[in-house]
């Protein structure tokens, strides 16, 4: 998968920053301490950076005479100042926004004299254009009861400008009251869905939840509220990552580039990377490439380029913005540059070069049962290595030859550090666990997929369960094992963007069931039926039983809407329940979006450390389309029962059904909605065994049941 962060979206602003220093501030009578109200009020200003901000225009308003209005360009924002203020008298902000559907936006708060940005919020999608108030608390904005509050931002995350307009801000004592409105009345309740039993049984289907399942791809010390189990050092450019230079090779995801990563300083990258994992208490997974080249650097560590223009002629795209020398390595006629030298941007790389920075990793973090890296990843997706780092592997990597060095460098890690787990084969998607490189490559050219000749020279046996038998035997022969956790990545093809249009949306809904329903074809190019989890569970069970299973990247996308958060939420469970080792999702989600929310919600729902259960339960929902619906026991005897309404629109009665679970209690409900915000709604009492409430459209209900399992 090409390197790719959600935390690269940029965001479109508009700044409520704090600014005119030495001025008072006067509440209203009700509590509230009015921002702008037809004009900036108590001591609150214009402080720049949009290009265009009119305080007094008189359309669109949504009460009394004039709103602000925005135009603002990519990155742009509003900016409105103060001088620093306490907020324990106030709950939230709250403010009237009036933009097109389309436009994405965020809210983040701002503290002390160098205006902090504190964790972002995503706001719900505007509502046609129409106005639409928001509530958020500070408390989610981390300034609840803050001497220093300079402010507030909100961003856009397409990074395209926007028009907007703003009214009616606040600071105010509570926070309920989020809501669409037409025309300043509120808005009709939505239409009430047909029922939905959920059943869960406390004595059957009961298997350990790996807690590892929780895990992400370069989480920063942002994430510690999520408790990441597993932090995973992974992607593209961690294939061609030079120790020495402390230098990546970012390949095809942009402009085949090697390029410096901060400080000279040999491993720096990788052992800051470890610094934040042990802050955070995770465990973290490091790859250590495989392909043969690293990265190079140029004189001063300049960046290099593998195909330059100036070398190899003119090409269809080159780096306009930083490197107009780097291209692509495609022509003009459109047809790939052959004969390249890779000794242009890279160098030549092996495992006596890669044992020296494992050897750096030991001395430096101790071994791995000492405290030190425990987990080695062979690399990124081999499977494509011709596609993503063609400068170096343009005839793509047959089977026998990722063997041995597979073999090579498993055996090299091992030797410096017995104590360490190595992972692999860290293969490309659902063809990956078919097809080598080299299959794949001659395919994409205009072959016939039907007859691979790697796989045909291999007795025509996929490229996975060929390198399980391989490394088995190995095992059988030597007595060592190289492998100890076999490693897969999939996504969905056609439902990890950012797209959010209503076809999207409910195909995302749906295609959650490629991870495990043996019935369900992908909507997608691949067009066939998947059963991921499933497929790659048996594939170990036959070919290395023992093996542990990672699943090691994977991404639903629409981080910024509740539509990517209920598939997030999905897909936690599914691995839960599915009983997968360790997952790591790519990337690590940025704090304050509703993908954010759904790790916290199974992981610490309450800021307090209270998560889902360990033990998962049969759980029945008649259609995990709309309605998905997962449970577990905790060790404290608590039946957790995360329910996903995917629905776009509507109100869903729910009852669940408690067989086998004698409640000593009400349950508990923690919920995330259109809020953007994990909040604990009122009590449900559990009666006969059940428990009703309604779910709004697009929520994550999480039902805490203090109980003990009945016995038979």
Known sequence: MPFYSSATTILLAAYILTGQPGQAQTAD??????????????????????????????????????????????????????????????????????????????????????????????????????WRRYVVPLKTLGADARPDMVGFWIQDAGGKGAVFAVDDLALVTSAAGDGATEAGMP???????????????????????????????????????????????????????????????????WYYESVPVGDAVPGKQTDDFIAT???????????????????????????????????????????????????????????????????????????????????????????ADKGGVRYYLMDNEPNIWHLTHHDVDPAGIGMDEYRDRLFAYAAMVKSVDPTALVVGPESWDFLGAKYSDADILQASRGGDWKVMPDRHAHGDQDFYPWILDQLRAYEKKTGHRLVDVASFHYYPQD???????????????????SLWDPTYKAESWVNDIIDMLPRMKTLVKEHYPGLKLAYTEYNWG???????????????????????????RFCAPIPGTPVFHAFQIYRNYDGRGGSFGT????????????????????????????????????????????????????????????????????????????????????SISLFVIPSRPASK
């Open 29 to 130: 009578p009700a509590g509230t301490l009015t921002i702008y109200d037809d004009a900036y009020q108590n001591g609150w200003s214009f402080g720049g950076w949009a290009g265009s901000v009119r305080p007094d225009s008189p359309d669109p308003v949504h009460a009394g005479k004039d709103a602000i209005s925005v135009s603002a360009g990519p990155y742009e924002a509003l900016s409105l100042r103060h001088a620093a203020f306490e907020t324990t008298p106030y709950q939230a902000v709250s403010f009237w926004l009036r933009a097109k559907p389309e436009t994405k936006l965020k809210i983040q708060a701002l503290l002390g004299d160098k205006a902090q940005p504190q964790p972002e919020v995503t706001l719900a999608a505007p509502s046609g254009d129409l």
């Open 187 to 253: 808005p009709p309740p939505q239409a009430v869905l047909p029922a939905v039993t959920v059943t869960v049984d406390a004595l059957l289907g009961r298997h350990p939840i790996s807690p590892g399942i929780y895990g992400v791809n370069f989480a920063g010390p942002e994430h510690a509220l999520l408790r990441i189990p597993f932090n995973r050092n992974g992607g593209d450019t961690e294939t061609r990552y030079n120790w020495k230079q402390n230098a990546h090779s970012i390949g095809n995801d």
């Open 277 to 367: 994992s042990k802050a955070i208490g995770a465990q973290s997974m490091v790859t250590i490439p495989l392909i043969g080249w690293v990265a190079k650097l140029g004189p001063n560590r300049d960046k290099l380029a593998s195909f330059s223009v100036a070398k190899y002629g003119a090409q269809k795209e080159v780096d306009t913005k930083d490197m107009p020398d780097a291209g692509k390595g495609v022509k003009l006629d459109g047809s790939k540059i052959t004969g390249n030298d890779p000794n242009d941007a890279s160098t030549p790389s092996d495992p006596e070069f890669m044992r020296g920075w494992v050897q750096h990793l030991v001395a430096k973090w101790g071994r």
């Open 495 to 513: 439902g990890n963007s950012a797209d959010v249009s209503t076809e999207t949306q409910l195909k995302r809904n749906r295609n959650t069931r």
């Open 558 to 584: 629409a981080d910024d809407f509740l539509n990517g958060a209920t598939a997030q939420a999905d897909v936690l469970g599914i691995l839960g329940r599915e009983g997968i080792d360790i997952a790591t």
């Open 615 to 698: 033990t998962s339960l049969q759980t029945k929902t008649p259609n995990p389309d709309t309605l998905a619906a997962f449970s577990a026991q905790r060790a404290d005897g608590a039946v957790t029962v995360m329910v996903v309404n995917k629905v776009l629109t509507g109100r869903t009665p729910l009852t669940l059904r408690l067989d086998h679970v004698k409640a000593s209690g009400p349950a508990q409900v923690w919920q995330l909605n259109s809020r953007n915000v994990i909040e604990r709604l009122a009590d449900a009492p559990c009666r006969a065994g059940q428990v009703a409430a309604v779910l709004p459209a697009q």
